[in-house]
């Protein structure tokens, strides 16, 4: 029977995607395990992989390169060669019974092929694919998801733009310089009635930001409407935390609070859940990592906390901000994470309601670490300076209640004002005193 290829999915909240580009002609003989097409989602471009060897086959009803479509969208068929002189491609698709679709797993399992999942919209079982992290045209420069968006809505070839990022790769800063001097270079033009404003107030361009915005919006709104957010806010006396090491050689308060948060979650598992038409315990803990870019806010995942180090998380830290930063980032690093830590301390804030990354538990927040002199001793009354800082966990009440929650919080200040219980000498570290 034919093999189908349809929009996958790449991760839970996906829900319509972009054909890219055919890797492979209509009539080219496919290999078992090619690449035949590149899809776009919203955060990350792969290539989808057909499992089946025989002759692609792409139906007059397909849609073009370039036009987004809903995950399940037929693209075309791998026909076997014995097939091939009977079959029409146009005469509808096979039964499913009969036919096999490439779809994509959930994001917390990596995508493994011969495996299978339930898909999440119909709960039947179909056949994972295997998606690579890509920004390629076949004889282009390398270009990621958000700069070829950029591109497209700033009306740039980029093919012709030179990369700044990794290895040449063209990132959407490139894009978005281009298109700076594309505008600077017909400053006498007048403006036509189509180009008026677009930001909404005072006639200025807009920056190419308006995809990723939507995106965003989008996913804050679908968090908003369909989980049943509660924040609760504490203070942790951090003074003993933040001394860990010396300055030149000081984690960054991601580092301390992810690795912390993971022992939490070990210990109250069900914060570490996801809802998809009911709770979901899920065995790995991964933790995302807010990360501010020229493009919108994206949550990177540190894979595995509780397996690493304190010196390897920074390390995948770094990494991860990094790569954000450049417009880097592979779908691999941005699918999958089971909890959120964000940080607004840096612009002085203390508590906030953090926005749950749907469809996971919970999500905490960190305010800035600034002294205050507080009560040390309340039998005698005695007073002292001390670090302290604010932490908002906001929760999805549909899983998981109030004081379960209050407790998982009540731990992440216990182990962030007893951090030698976390780190010790573990890593290798010595707590200096407070």
Excluded at 278 to 297: E, K, P, R, Y
Aim: net charge negative; proline share 6%.
């Amino acid at each position: 029977m034919p093999y189908e290829i349809v929009m996958p999915r790449l991760g839970w909240n996906m829900e319509e995607g972009t054909l890219v580009e055919w890797l492979k002609q209509d009539g080219d003989p496919i290999i078992q395990g090619e690449m035949v097409c590149t899809i776009e989602g919203d955060k990350a471009a792969a290539d989808v992989e057909s499992f089946e060897a025989g002759i692609l086959k792409i139906p007059d009803a397909s849609p073009p390169p370039g036009q987004t479509v809903p995950v399940g969208t037929l693209l075309g068929f791998v026909v076997a060669e014995h097939e091939i002189e009977t079959f029409d491609p146009n005469a509808g698709r096979a039964d499913d019974a009969g036919s096999e679709g490439v779809a994509v797993g959930p994001a917390e399992e990596t995508a493994t092929a011969g495996t299978s999942f339930p898909d999440p919209g119909t709960g039947t079982e179909l056949e994972r694919a295997t998606p690579v992290a890509t920004g390629l045209e076949r004889g282009a420069p390398a270009i990621s998801p958000r700069a070829r968006r950029a591109a497209r809505s700033a009306g740039i070839d980029w093919r012709s733009l030179k990369g700044t990022g990794r290895s040449g790769r063209i990132v959407e800063r490139d894009v978005l310089e281009a298109a700076r001097q594309h505008e600077a270079a017909r400053p006498h033009e007048a403006a036509r009635p189509h180009e008026a404003a677009v930001d909404g107030t005072d006639g200025k361009a807009g920056t190419g930001h308006g995809d990723m915005r939507q995106v965003i919006a989008r996913r804050m709104a679908e968090a908003h409407r369909t989980t049943a957010p509660v924040t609760l806010n504490t203070e942790a006396d951090v003074t003993a935390l933040s001394s860990l090491f010396e300055d030149a050689d000081r984690p960054s308060w991601y580092d301390l609070m992810a690795r912390i948060t993971a022992v939490a979650l070990a210990e109250h598992p069900v914060m570490n859940a996801s809802w998809r038409d009911g709770v979901v315990l899920n065995d790995g803990i991964h933790i995302g990592i807010a990360v501010d870019t020229s493009g919108g806010v994206i949550a990177p995942v540190i894979r595995d906390v509780p397996g690493k180090s304190l010196q390897e998380v920074s390390a995948a830290t770094k990494s991860l901000i990094q790569a954000a930063q450049d417009d880097g980032l592979t779908l691999d690093q941005i699918e999958g994470g089971t909890f959120t830590l964000t940080n607004l301390g840096m612009y002085d804030v203390d508590a906030f309601t953090p926005i749950i990354h749907y469809p996971q538990c919970a999500i905490l927040g960190l305010g800035r670490a600034v002294s205050k002199v507080v009560v040390v001793d309340e039998s005698s009354g005695e007073t002292g300076v001390r670090r302290m800082m604010a932490l908002s966990l906001t929760f999805d009440h549909r899983i998981v209640d109030g004081a379960p929650a209050a407790r998982f919080l009540q731990r992440i200040k216990q182990l962030a004002e007893e951090p030698e219980s976390v780190f010790g000498r573990v890593d290798g570290i010595q707590i200096r005193p407070s």
